[in-house]
């Protein structure tokens, strides 16, 4: 089984189609360590994950924080249970938002979203510099410093 950088999971190669199919196998799966696993009572299988197992496909603000819902309908807002996190690439600088779901397992934030999100971004000191980032439930997320956008 893979779950493709899209969210599309795989089975044999093959699109599972079923929404249903994919939201029951995204509640027994589990990250050990960088290893991806299905786990049910009697077994634990590997599956490939190429980036992450989901991807937040919007977000709402709710109150003082940034609701995310990920392709198999799980909600959370971001803060300190559920940081976001930005790597770049260390050629092109792109960068790659994510946002934690639950238990070490996270959420590619899709690129319409984030967009949206840094239309909505502030500049705050992080680490003793100026940064561009996301504030939510009273926690800033750095993106990118400050400098950088000029």
Same mark, same amino acid.
């Given at each position: 089984?893979?779950?493709?950088?899209?969210?599309?999971?795989?089975?044999?190669?093959?699109?599972?189609?079923?929404?249903?199919?994919?939201?029951?196998?995204?509640?027994?799966?589990?990250?050990? =360590? %960088?290893?991806?696993?299905?786990? #049910?009572? $009697?077994?634990?299988?590997?599956?490939?994950?190429? @980036?992450? &197992?989901?991807?937040?496909?919007?977000?709402?603000?709710? =109150? %003082?924080?940034?609701?995310?819902? #990920?392709? $198999?309908?799980?909600?959370?807002?971001?803060?300190? @249970?559920? &940081?976001?996190?930005?790597?770049?690439?260390?050629?092109? =600088?792109?960068?790659?938002?994510?946002?934690?779901?639950?238990?070490?397992?996270?959420?590619?934030?899709?690129?319409?979203?984030?967009?949206?999100?840094?239309?909505?971004?502030?500049?705050?000191?992080?680490?003793?510099?100026?940064?561009?980032?996301?504030?939510?439930?009273?926690?800033?997320?750095?993106?990118?410093?400050?400098?950088?956008?000029?």
């Amino acid at each position: 089984m893979r779950i493709a950088r899209d969210g599309t999971w795989f089975y044999l190669g093959t699109p599972i189609g079923r929404v249903e199919l994919v939201k029951l196998f995204s509640t027994i799966l589990r990250k050990d =360590g %960088d290893k991806y696993f299905l786990v #049910t009572p $009697v077994e634990k299988v590997g599956i490939t994950v190429d @980036d992450a &197992p989901f991807v937040a496909v919007d977000f709402n603000p709710v =109150g %003082d924080g940034l609701e995310f819902e #990920t392709n $198999v309908g799980d909600r959370m807002v971001a803060g300190p @249970d559920h &940081p976001i996190r930005v790597e770049r690439d260390p050629q092109t =600088g792109e960068p790659s938002p994510y946002v934690l779901v639950r238990a070490n397992l996270e959420a590619l934030i899709d690129r319409k979203s984030f967009y949206r999100l840094v239309e909505i971004g502030e500049h705050a000191e992080h680490d003793g510099a100026q940064w561009f980032g996301l504030r939510s439930r009273d926690v800033f997320f750095p993106i990118i410093p400050s400098g950088e956008l000029e």
